[in-house]
């Protein structure tokens, strides 16, 4: 697996396999499907509710867990320094790990500076070998990275052909801040998966547009974390290694963006308030 250098050192695979909105009672059997597919990134949270089927996958999979890159994330309700630390722990105990590779601030909201002291804390224990921030623009994440110690490792937001995020990219490369991908089909919105142009543009080169969507993706540097239930998906997914999009092809992708969420913006003031006051445990 292809890998990119973390601004620690630390190699994180740059394709890999997101768990949200698979029920718990899913998770074990896709988890260790997409093991099996070779899969060796993991990306779950605390708020998909389903960290304890993870683990037990990973355990069951008997891989060594030097191979794999776990990644999990800490959300609102549990925002400031001693919460985090509780949050980490809890949520090491249900993945059955002892460190995580990456550990993420999941929303920019509510205590995240609390947070963030804590993961540093816990970065230089080794317990996170990475941490970062998910969903951050621009303005919050160079505010949370100029007044502290550690630079978030990554920035993990929603970026595919309709939202691109090419100048975020550029302004977090030049911060050393790596971007990974939240979904990269758009959840299937704008009828991605039949979008003409991605879908003459992969069958100049025999593939999907699944695959052609993760190939752009890859090829501008860019982590992804595709999600799918089914393993024939799983496989076509990660094969998007023997083929490469030609200048005019990464054009043609580059002209589909609309500069827009496909779900919500993080800094409209509605969201601000319902995905900040949800609560995913007493
Ligand atoms: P996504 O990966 O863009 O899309 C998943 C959807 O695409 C599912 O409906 C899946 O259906 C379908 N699909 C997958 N592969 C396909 C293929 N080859 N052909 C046709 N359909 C295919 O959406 P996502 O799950 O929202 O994003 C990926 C990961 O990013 C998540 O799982 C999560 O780990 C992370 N994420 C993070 C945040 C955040 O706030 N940090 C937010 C959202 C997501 P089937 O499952 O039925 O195949």
Redesign the pocket.
């Known amino acids: 697996m292809h890998t990119v250098t973390l601004n620690n050192g630390v190699q994180m695979p740059i394709l890999g396999?997101?768990?949200?909105?698979?029920p718990p009672g899913r998770t074990e059997q896709?988890v260790t499907d997409a093991l099996a597919a070779g899969y060796r990134l993991l990306?779950?949270?605390a708020a998909?509710g389903n960290e304890q089927a993870v683990g037990r996958a990973i355990k069951n999979s008997g891989i060594p867990r030097e191979e794999l890159f776990v990644?999990t994330?800490v959300w609102v309700q549990d925002t400031g320094e001693e919460n985090t630390h509780r949050a980490f722990d809890t949520s090491l105990r249900n993945l059955g790990l002892d460190y995580l590779d990456l550990y993420?601030i999941?929303?920019p909201f509510g205590d995240v500076y609390g947070s963030w002291r804590a993961m540093e804390n816990l970065n230089r224990e080794g317990r996170a070998k990475a941490i970062g921030v998910?969903?951050f623009y621009p303005d919050r994440l160079i505010d949370l990275s100029d007044h502290n110690e550690i630079t978030p490792s990554v920035n993990?937001?929603?970026t595919?052909p309709f939202f691109q995020r090419t100048t975020d990219q550029e302004l977090m490369r030049e911060r050393g801040v790596q971007i990974e991908?939240?979904?990269?089909?758009?959840?299937?919105k704008n009828n991605?998966?039949s979008h003409p142009v991605l879908g003459e543009i992969g069958a100049q080169h025999g593939k999907?547009?699944?695959?052609v969507v993760l190939r752009w993706l890859v090829q501008r540097q860019v982590v992804?974390?595709?999600?799918?239930?089914?393993a024939?998906?799983?496989a076509?997914?990660i094969d998007v290694f023997d083929f490469e999009l030609t200048d005019d092809q990464m054009a043609r992708v580059a002209a589909l963006d609309t500069g827009r969420s496909q779900?919500f913006a993080h800094w409209d003031p509605a969201a601000v308030s319902q995905i900040g006051n949800a609560r995913i445990h007493d």
């Not at 396999?17 to 698979?22: D, E, R, T, W």
């Not at 991908?181 to 299937?188: I, L, M, N």
């Not at 999907?208 to 695959?211: E, I, K, M, P």
């Open positions: 396999f997101g768990v949200y909105q698979i896709a990306d779950t949270a998909y990644t994330k993420l999941h929303q998910s969903n993990q937001i929603e595919h991908s939240w979904g990269p089909f758009a959840e299937g991605l998966f999907t547009v699944a695959q992804v974390i595709p999600k799918s239930v089914r024939d998906r799983m076509e997914n779900f």
